[in-house]
């Protein structure tokens, strides 16, 4: 039976649906605030009301402060705007307006990272004004990914070159005790530019909690691939079908041993990272050598070419019952379970147990 959180505020529609840096809580914006729930037990801990639409809602870290921005038919924001919520006092604590729309952003201690659709902006989280402005290719859907270890500072996000994806390492992201600013070092071009990374248009990003791997789709959604950020080579290959998808959500297990995926077609695949050196395909050029030597997350024509090829299998899929964008965790420390929230408002809890299929545990209508 399905269960369900009652609440007094009553959205209609969903604009945003995102974890936190380490998936204990997830937020959602609606057309009339926001809502910040616990995971792990679910529950509902914080709701406000705005009076208008919230597109981003962003927590930094486990803190009251809160990265809002306008969203949806009826926006509380303009959506260029960047409001800094501070929940302690229920109230804006400061305000930045972007040239552009703003469509992600990465709040950390030092710095806010703000992915507008053709720059990106870090801003100093003490004085809030920008002590960088990046350039990026036209980007309207914001994808970009960050390293969500709190002293970690890698970003990734699609170069102007089709399949070329750019890294950024700020390693002396840190305030300055003399003069307040933020000192940002970054690595050279030839070392940040992960190349041909795919043949087509980068689709979707996600970087592991260090931001020492990073995976990738195209606009395809059949391959997936895993890289090393520092090599900059690759180091993984997973097929998730033949049939073109769009890629809603990739994340890393927090101890690195799943990816878990979530598309359109609705189901989640989970891919085993742990025996991530057997089986690598050594072609770059794709085709069909490099179709049959992908390693398969589950899947009737995977499994049957698998059992001709005797490739290993390091995978599992479930069927998820809304066929609507979602987004998948993991919670720290507690890699044995998978969290999938959708924007119709649904909660789902998954087992994974080697031995047997993984299993909806736990179905939640959250609005």
């Known amino acids: 039976m399905e269960e369900k959180i009652e609440s007094n505020v ?53 803190t009251n402060i809160i990265c809002l921005t306008g969203g949806g038919k009826n926006p509380r924001f303009i959506p260029n705007k960047l409001i800094i919520w501070d929940d302690n ?3 804006i ?32 989280t003490k004085t809030m004004k920008i002590v960088k402005n990046i350039n990026t290719i036209n980007n309207p859907r914001g ?48 070392e940040s530019i992960i190349k041909n990374a795919h043949k087509g248009n980068i689709n979707n990003l996600s970087l592991n909690y260090n931001g020492t791997k990073l995976a990738s789709a195209s606009d395809r959604g059949t ?9 900059k080579s690759q180091i993984n290959e997973f097929r998730r079908g033949s ?29 085993l ?8 395909n050594e072609n770059k050029n794709g085709g069909v050598f490099s179709y049959l030597t992908s390693n398969f997350s589950f899947g009737d024509v995977g499994k049957k070419l698998g059992n001709v090829l005797g490739q290993e299998y390091s995978w599992k899929k479930i069927e998820i019952p809304h066929k609507v964008r979602s987004v998948i965790s993991f919670v720290k420390d507690n890699n044995n379970n998978i969290y999938i929230i959708d924007k119709n408002g649904n909660y789902l809890s ?15 209508r959250i609005i």
């Open 273 to 280: 990272l742990n025996n991530q050196i057997k089986g690598k």
């Open 350 to 364: 998954i087992n994974l147990i080697e031995e047997q299929e993984p299993k909806i545990t736990k179905k939640v």
């Open 223 to 231: 391959l997936i691939r895993i890289f090393n950020t520092q090599t």
């Open 10 to 62: 009553k959205p209609k529609i969903i604009n945003y649906i995102g974890f936190n840096f380490d998936s204990s809580f997830f937020s959602i914006g609606t057309d009339i605030g926001f809502n910040i729930y616990q995971t792990i037990p679910l529950n509902l801990i914080i709701t406000r009301q705005l009076n208008g639409g919230i597109g981003l809602v962003k927590i930094l870290e486990k």
């Open 93 to 124: 604590s400061e305000e930045f307006r972007c040239n552009s729309f703003i469509l992600n952003c990465y709040p950390k201690q030092n710095c806010i990272f703000v992915i507008c659709s053709d720059n990106i902006i870090l801003i100093n």
């Open 143 to 190: 994808i970009s990914s960050i390293s969500n270890d709190p002293n970690k500072y890698i970003l990734t996000f699609p170069d102007y070159y089709k399949g070329n994806i750019i890294l950024f390492n700020f390693e002396d992201l840190e305030k300055s005790k003399e003069e307040e600013i933020i000192n940002i070092r970054k690595l050279d071009n030839k």
């Open 243 to 271: 049939t073109e998808a769009n890629i809603y959500s990739l994340n890393f297990s927090f101890d690195d041993s799943f990816l878990g995926l979530t598309s359109d077609h609705d189901s989640c695949h989970i891919f």
């Open 89 to 91: 006092k229920n109230e």
